[in-house]
């Protein structure tokens, strides 16, 4: 798919905005309010270091700045020897050189410990012939574990369907807390709709921030809900992936689908503005393409990320497109396990041998007593699932043995 062309131009389309030192002939409602432009504003790091990945040894740091900047990360394996140098990747020959910052660190070493901080250079004024830069500044000393794609344990953390509900996040994840996880998946409505930047630090990459993902990555698949509104479109910006992919970690190959809005797309609150039908159908061609790979059949399990469940989520649009598109390929392509939200009613389906051939596990959310936190644990001989609610009862469980 294309999700990392439109990224990467979403990126540029809002620096592109955001130069024009507070005139911008790309989005205007944005120039008046963006903290940019405020010329009295310090320079500083806003929100991050946030870490994103896909695995396979390389990781995304992630992190925004008050002003346009150059920026860079300095890494190596003690903190006393940060003795690299990562910059964001190149495009059309420029460097980037704007707010938000996101730098991919290749090729590291499997199963190994590394220091890092993010560093950034004000560009205070920019002229044809002349860069006048400010103050650097940077971040603390942090470090991460560079997950090995060849461990024999993989465990993660699911939280869905916070919906502006940003302190449901430490709250969770407290339930957990001592336990050493891989990555935290997000799967979908986060938010309510997408406003401004504000509110995407605010509701989640701050309180991410505090809590683990400068050190632990974050995997992230937007559901219905972060496809609205006005900053839906500049959303993608701010991560360094939140569509479809697949990657492989230890004994299971992750699927994460973007199953898009539930509404048809002619529904008159989308105005005419969204395709998602197309969208969902060029991810079935992807999806099947997909289960012929050797990473999938290989696999010794095959896990399925989607915040609108295959099934078991009503009769809107999307939840019937997603079952007519997606049931039949995931059948056949044998998949062990599907993660889901949406529904805000938790609930672990039973496999069936006529509709869904896998377990579909629904977690809850967002309001007290129905939000959940839901631990997976893989080894190549079993998947263990436990959904526990706000109270730290568990709510769900399920074991996927090794066929
Ligand atoms: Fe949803």
Redesign the pocket.
Known sequence: MNENLSKGNRRNFLKGGLVLGGLTLLNPERAISSPLNDQSEEFKIITGPYLQTNFGNSLSILWITSKDSSSWVEYGLSPDQLDKKAYGKSELGFKPAGRLNCVKLENLKPGTSYHYKIVSKEIKDFQPYKMTYGETISGNTESFLNTDPAKAEVSFLMLN?LHDRPKSIAHLLDLDKGNKRDFIFFN??IFDYQNDEQQIINNMLQPCVDYFASSTPFVYVR???ETRGKFARDFPAYFDHVGNTAFTLGPVRFVILDTGE?KEDSHPVYAGIVDFDQYREAQAVWLEKEISRKEFKNAAFRVVMM??PPRYSGDAHGSVHCTQLFEPIMNRGKVDLVLS??THRYKVHQPDKKLNNYPIIIGGGPKDGSRTLTKIKATNKQIEVSMLDDSGKEVGSYLVVKR
């Open positions: 369907d979908g409505d559901g219905n809900h539930d915040h609108i939200g949406h």
